[in-house]
């Protein structure tokens, strides 16, 4: 209840009154700055994310000429048949066999040359022709997911992971705040205007962002697993005093120096999964081969569409390993290459508490889990971030002053910024990536404000 004398407003309610004004001034002044730090990369990763999400339909259409094949009335040729098939039109060195996930999808072999990169080889297992030759993690798809996660552009890039992660939640966080509704009509739930006026901008921004904050967050979370430092560290953290398995897991064989993630697409838990090694042969004892190998394989009912990376020496393994969509098929197996016995056989059900969350929200990020209901529900957030930028943009650039950037004005108390620099650096020491560039941003506002009060005062 408002307190009045004679009339007026109270000193109490004034002051009351400026401490909000200062305050909602302060919030909106770090919105702006994080905006304009990360939407340009939030409308990269929408973009990209969007299209990878259908990336089994997406590579099946693009790459159509040499991902499918026609089984009718057919026999499959065996493993080391495709193999050398492989290896007659691209000479080098077999390192991995993909088993296709369907029996109108090629196999892939992936060859390693004398010189350069890995090959991938597509061939039609049904008559052995060669279907196409490609570099390794080449299609479509994988374009678009190195694109996604900055790996394209190399190791110090994907560090930006983690910072727009980061920024993405304090946006939402301040957003809301922004979004607080204070006795307005409209903009609430409901779109004021034309597209002529900014508060039309206005109320698109903040309706669009507090429907889809949530998602925002939860993309925001579990992307950062692939930053390059907090994900790194959490994944060493969760997984590595076990030879890089979760925690939990009996490994009592001889381990190899070699990681899971260097010869297999691997999920994110096993990404510092060191390779078993087989023990040192009879003498004269052969190795079982790669035909053994996958009927093994199959025997044990590892999901269709699994990878087999081949041994690379007499103390090397068959490691085949899936990831589909149903996390409780996902699978690691090492196979003894003298014996064709498993020497690590892994499962989802085996994973720690930990790694099952994270792997769950991975998996949902991915638009795999609750399939095309999943796919279309993420389509629509990825919409809704790229929304989010153009309408703020549209309402910046409406908002501004000419020949100004357009900065919200400073809170005229300084000592609101004390609790808000608070709150951005406990969020700076849970992301210290963020925190980093949060820092960077406090001292360069603070250096132009000094800078803009010493032209005033001249």
Same mark, same amino acid.
Not at 156 to 176: C, D, N, S
Not at 408 to 429: E, H, Q, S, Y
């Given at each position: 209840?408002?307190?009045?004398?004679?009339?007026?407003?109270?000193?109490?309610?004034?002051?009351?009154?400026?401490?909000?004004?200062?305050?909602?001034?302060?919030?909106?002044?770090?919105?702006?700055?994080?905006?304009?730090?990360?939407?340009?990369?939030?409308?990269?990763?929408?973009?990209?994310?969007?299209?990878?999400?259908?990336?089994?339909?997406?590579?099946?259409?693009?790459?159509? %000429?040499?991902?499918?094949?026609?089984?009718?009335?057919?026999?499959?040729?065996?493993?080391?048949?495709?193999?050398?098939?492989?290896?007659?039109?691209?000479?080098?060195?077999?390192?991995?066999?993909?088993?296709?996930?369907?029996?109108?999808?090629?196999?892939?072999?992936?060859?390693?040359?004398?010189?350069?990169?890995?090959?991938?080889?597509?061939?039609?297992?049904?008559?052995?022709?060669?279907?196409?030759?490609?570099?390794?993690?080449? #299609?479509?798809?994988? #374009?678009?997911?190195?694109?996604?996660?900055?790996?394209?552009?190399?190791?110090?890039?994907?560090?930006?992971?983690?910072?727009?992660?980061?920024?993405?939640?304090?946006?939402?966080?301040?957003?809301?705040?922004?979004?607080?509704?204070?006795?307005?009509?409209?903009?609430?739930?409901?779109?004021?205007?034309?597209?002529?006026?900014?508060?039309?901008?206005?109320?698109?921004?903040?309706?669009?962002?507090?429907?889809?904050?949530?998602?925002?967050?939860?993309?925001?979370? #579990?992307?950062?697993?692939?930053?390059?430092?907090?994900?790194?560290?959490?994944?060493?953290?969760?997984?590595?005093?076990?030879?890089?398995?979760?925690?939990?897991?009996?490994?009592?064989?001889?381990?190899?120096?070699?990681?899971?993630?260097?010869?297999?697409?691997?999920?994110?838990?096993?990404?510092?999964?060191?390779?078993?090694?087989?023990?040192?042969?009879?003498?004269?004892?052969?190795?079982?081969?790669?035909?053994?190998?996958?009927?093994?394989?199959?025997?044990?009912?590892?999901?269709?569409?699994?990878?087999?990376?081949?041994?690379?020496?007499?103390?090397?393994?068959?490691?085949?390993?899936?990831?589909?969509? %149903?996390?409780?098929?996902?699978?690691?197996?090492?196979?003894?290459?003298?014996?064709?016995?498993?020497?690590?056989?892994?499962?989802?059900?085996?994973?720690?508490?930990?790694?099952?969350?994270?792997?769950?929200?991975?998996?949902?990020?991915?638009?795999?889990?609750?399939?095309?209901?999943?796919?279309?529900?993420?389509?629509?957030?990825?919409?809704?971030?790229?929304?989010?930028?153009?309408?703020?943009?549209?309402?910046?650039?409406?908002?501004?002053?000419?020949?100004?950037?357009?900065?919200?004005?400073?809170?005229?108390?300084?000592?609101?910024?004390?609790?808000?620099?608070?709150?951005?650096?406990?969020?700076?020491?849970?992301?210290?990536?963020?925190?980093?560039?949060?820092?960077?941003?406090?001292?360069? %506002?603070?250096?132009?404000?000094?800078?803009?009060?010493?032209?005033?005062?001249?």
């Amino acid at each position: 209840m408002t307190e009045l004398t004679g009339g007026a407003v109270s000193p109490k309610s004034a002051a009351q009154a400026a401490g909000n004004i200062d305050l909602y001034r302060a919030v909106w002044r770090w919105h702006f700055y994080a905006g304009l730090l990360v939407l340009p990369f939030m409308i990269t990763l929408a973009v990209t994310g969007a299209i990878y999400i259908f990336k089994d339909e997406v590579d099946s259409f693009v790459h159509a %000429d040499f991902m499918q094949v026609n089984s009718v009335n057919q026999q499959k040729l065996a493993p080391s048949g495709i193999i050398a098939a492989a290896l007659k039109a691209q000479p080098g060195t077999a390192v991995k066999y993909t088993d296709p996930p369907t029996d109108r999808r090629s196999t892939e072999i992936t060859v390693q040359p004398e010189t350069g990169g890995p090959m991938a080889i597509y061939v039609n297992q049904y008559g052995g022709e060669v279907l196409e030759i490609r570099p390794d993690r080449s #299609t479509f798809a994988w #374009t678009v997911r190195y694109l996604h996660s900055f790996r394209f552009f190399g190791a110090t890039p994907r560090m930006w992971i983690e910072i727009v992660a980061g920024f993405a939640i304090l946006l939402v966080a301040t957003g809301i705040y922004l979004w607080w509704p204070r006795n307005q009509r409209g903009g609430v739930l409901s779109v004021r205007g034309t597209p002529q006026r900014r508060v039309f901008w206005r109320d698109t921004h903040a309706v669009t962002g507090i429907v889809a904050g949530g998602f925002i967050v939860f993309l925001a979370a #579990t992307g950062l697993p692939w930053s390059s430092v907090w994900g790194a560290k959490v994944n060493e953290w969760a997984n590595g005093s076990n030879f890089g398995y979760p925690s939990g897991l009996r490994v009592d064989v001889p381990m190899s120096q070699d990681h899971l993630d260097h010869v297999a697409k691997t999920s994110w838990s096993l990404e510092q999964a060191q390779i078993p090694e087989t023990a040192a042969p009879a003498q004269g004892m052969p190795s079982i081969g790669i035909d053994t190998a996958i009927q093994t394989f199959n025997e044990l009912g590892l999901h269709r569409g699994y990878s087999v990376a081949l041994p690379s020496g007499p103390n090397g393994v068959f490691s085949g390993s899936v990831y589909p969509d %149903d996390l409780s098929q996902q699978r690691v197996i090492h196979l003894d290459q003298n014996t064709g016995e498993p020497l690590i056989d892994m499962s989802y059900s085996d994973y720690g508490p930990l790694a099952r969350i994270l792997e769950w929200g991975i998996n949902t990020h991915m638009g795999q889990t609750f399939g095309l209901a999943n796919q279309l529900l993420l389509l629509l957030a990825c919409v809704a971030i790229i929304l989010l930028a153009v309408s703020a943009a549209v309402m910046w650039w409406k908002r501004r002053p000419s020949g100004s950037l357009g900065v919200p004005p400073l809170p005229t108390d300084k000592r609101v910024f004390a609790g808000l620099f608070l709150i951005l650096g406990i969020g700076g020491l849970l992301f210290p990536l963020t925190g980093l560039a949060l820092l960077s941003l406090i001292l360069i %506002d603070l250096s132009w404000q000094g800078l803009s009060q010493r032209r005033r005062a001249a």
